[in-house]
């Protein structure tokens, strides 16, 4: 409940309350829990509570970062064409808005649009990934494509960036000679499954009818390879709410952990297709329950912990630090389809007015304003943020999926909304118990900091 300047939230008699404006977080009695839901500031316990709270800093929102000449990633849309028929399927099955005329992207099109990042952005490419459809439809070309760039470009030219390269994928295609190539060239991986069989093959169907969630079982050797660097994707949908029982999520999360993954992450679906789409709230909050309560656990229990929810992960971290995330760099990222087509990112492959161009172009007049109008649209921009009680740790907005869904920049898009809500509203609630429990707080901290380092992140978080 956002009352003011506070979310309150009560589960199994505790009395939570976080203050917005300074991300803090505390236990409260019944007396003052009840005041704040009244809106009552007149009790004295209420009082010394706001006097204490308005003396800490507040949480400091920021604009976007400006533009860098180091370019932070290149995506290719490697395949039109998918062996895939997954209900839910953003991109028509990697059609793009129904094209009838799908190819895979040559050689020369990889090479020509590196020609082109690196001349806008002369200190290298922070990241390359391989998109689709689905890219090992067209992992020759990959290939010839990775080994291009680290003679030609990386091998050649000590001071360019050391770019990492990502591939997105089904995972079905794979086999030993792909795995060993994604291995050897540090390739990471984005496997996409939704978890248990029955719920993974309702959803994400095989065009030749086969069960997706077998190929990709069927070869758990490949997989958990200790070498390979593996993310899993699940799109929690209409199916897993059908299936939802209480404690089912510690199965579902236990079974995708036999791919020895180094993340997960588990985002609800956003779609209209009827059979997948999201319609009952209230089991999508149990599920995060359960997802948010394993995470806490496996951090305070298991003290070799290798693997997270990046996305759990990230909004604690970002609870803890109490930082602002302004919105994503967009502007600073380039997409690529096989006709040489630019665009800010995949998100935006559907949309007409943000074709940026062309790889041949010579001039940037459509790409410069595209990226402008990008850069200038920050999450501050938005009506719904600026009421909403999570506005200053959440990630969600996405300019893309703004666009999609709504027709422009500046909408939310709910489901999202809703389910960053419920994430955050379960991360609150776990916090709050480690306040009751020093012993557990400190090993929490600890090793909740040392997992950090797979975000990237490099201070160190404390729970206040
Ligand atoms: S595998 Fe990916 S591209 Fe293919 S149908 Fe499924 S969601 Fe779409
Ligand atoms: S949850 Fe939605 S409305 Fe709230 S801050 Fe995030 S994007 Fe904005």
New binding site residues.
């Given amino acids: 409940m956002n009352i003011g300047d506070f979310y309150l939230t009560k589960t199994n008699k505790l009395n939570v309350i976080y203050h917005i404006p300074s991300g803090n977080i505390c236990k409260v009695s019944d007396e003052i829990f009840d005041c704040l839901k009244r809106n009552d500031y007149d009790n004295q316990e209420v009082i010394k509570l706001l006097s204490a709270l308005n003396e800490l800093p507040v949480i400091k929102t920021g604009k976007n970062k400006p533009k860098s000449e180091l370019l932070n990633n290149v995506l290719f849309i490697s395949s039109e064409n ?5 209900k ?7 059609r793009y808005n129904g094209k009838t005329d799908t190819k895979n992207m040559d050689l020369e099109t990889y090479i020509d649009s590196i020609r082109y990042a690196l001349h806008r952005y002369p200190k290298g490419i922070k990241s390359i990934g391989f998109f ?3 890219p090992l439809l067209n992992f020759d070309t990959i290939k010839e494509f990775v080994l291009w760039y680290e003679e030609s470009v990386l091998n050649k030219n000590k001071d360019l960036y050391r770019t990492k390269f990502g591939i ?1 994928t ?1 995972g079905t295609l794979a086999n030993a000679d792909v795995i060993n190539f994604l291995i050897e060239h540090d390739i990471a991986v984005t496997l ?1 499954i939704d978890g248990p069989k029955d719920v993974n093959d309702s959803a ?1 169907v095989m065009v030749n009818g086969e069960s997706s969630y077998d190929i990709i079982f069927n070869n758990l050797d490949l997989w958990s390879n200790d070498k390979l660097t593996l993310g899993i994707e699940a799109t929690i949908n209409n199916y897993h709410i059908k299936n939802y029982r209480p404690g089912i999520v510690k199965d579902w999360i236990d079974n995708l952990r036999k791919l020895n993954f180094n993340d997960l992450a588990m985002f609800t679906v956003v779609t209209d297709n009827e059979d997948t789409k999201i319609t009952d709230a209230i089991t999508l909050g149990k599920i995060y329950n359960e997802v948010v309560d394993y995470w806490f656990d496996k951090i305070l229990n298991e003290d070799d912990l290798k693997c997270v929810d990046t996305f759990v992960l990230g909004m604690t971290n970002n609870i803890l630090l109490k930082r602002y995330v302004s919105s994503c760099s967009v502007y600073n990222s380039l997409t690529v389809d096989p006709c040489g087509k630019t665009f800010p990112c995949q998100m935006f492959c559907q949309s007409g007015s943000y074709c940026m161009g062309s790889i041949q172009d010579q001039t940037d007049t459509k790409r410069d304003k595209i990226i402008e109008e990008l850069m200038l649209t920050d999450r501050n921009d938005v009506k719904d943020c600026k009421d909403c009680w999570v506005r200053n740790f959440c990630t969600t907005w996405c300019k893309g999926n703004s666009q999609n869904s709504g027709g422009n920049l500046t909408s939310t898009v709910r489901i999202q909304c809703l389910q960053t809500k419920l994430i955050a509203e379960r991360i609150i609630y776990n916090l709050a118990l480690l306040l009751s429990d020093p012993e557990k707080m400190a090993r929490f901290t600890r090793n909740f900091n040392r997992l950090k380092d797979s975000l990237g992140e490099k201070q160190d978080a404390s729970i206040y």
């Fill in positions: 998918c062996n895939l028929r997954c839910y399927c953003f991109v028509e099955h990697g689709g459809g689905e997105v089904n996409s994400r």
